[in-house]
């Protein structure tokens, strides 16, 4: 899948009912794609860019009433979380791969993203791990605040 699918699949969240189907069928084919480190990617290795957008079409997915296992949504999480640099001084970014190897703003806006997607899909047994993910998604927020030159508007 193409990340374009996955966009069109997002925006297909207010779409033409017809559509359902084929969703449903994008949406099984996502959760087939989950490597068991809980990221997607290209064959060998995933990474939070590509990560991103399949959680924005199994949003878009459980948006139009399919069921997305929370099984998904909890190794999405973990995965997320583990693309955090390591905690130092100061707020915590997300790389582009697990271990938080240099984080950058738009991994980090990536993960922050993903992560909210996820915290909303997470309760139950869940919880404490929702927890850390919205704790998390402050942190990205912070650390964005902290690393983004802001531009005047001229």
């Not at 047994?125 to 919205?134: D, G």
Request: net charge negative; with cysteine.
């Amino acid at each position: 899948m193409s990340k374009y699918q996955m966009i069109k699949m997002t925006v297909n969240l207010a779409s033409d009912p017809a559509d359902l189907e084929w969703m449903s069928e994008m949406a099984a084919d996502l959760e087939s794609w989950q490597e068991p480190t809980g990221m997607w990617g290209y064959p060998g290795g995933g990474d939070l860019s590509n990560t991103q957008y399949a959680a924005l079409g199994l949003w878009a997915a459980q948006k139009r009433g399919i069921a997305i296992p929370e099984g998904a949504w909890r190794d999405l999480a973990q995965a997320v979380l583990a693309c955090r640099e390591k905690a130092g001084t100061g707020p915590v970014g997300f790389g582009y791969v697990m271990g938080g190897i240099g984080p950058t703003w738009s991994m980090t806006a990536a993960g922050v993203g993903t992560l909210a997607i996820c915290a909303d899909h997470l309760g139950g047994e869940h919880a404490a791990l929702a927890k850390r993910a919205r704790n998390a998604i402050a942190e990205g927020l912070d650390w964005l605040g902290a690393h983004c030159p802001m531009h005047p508007l001229q």
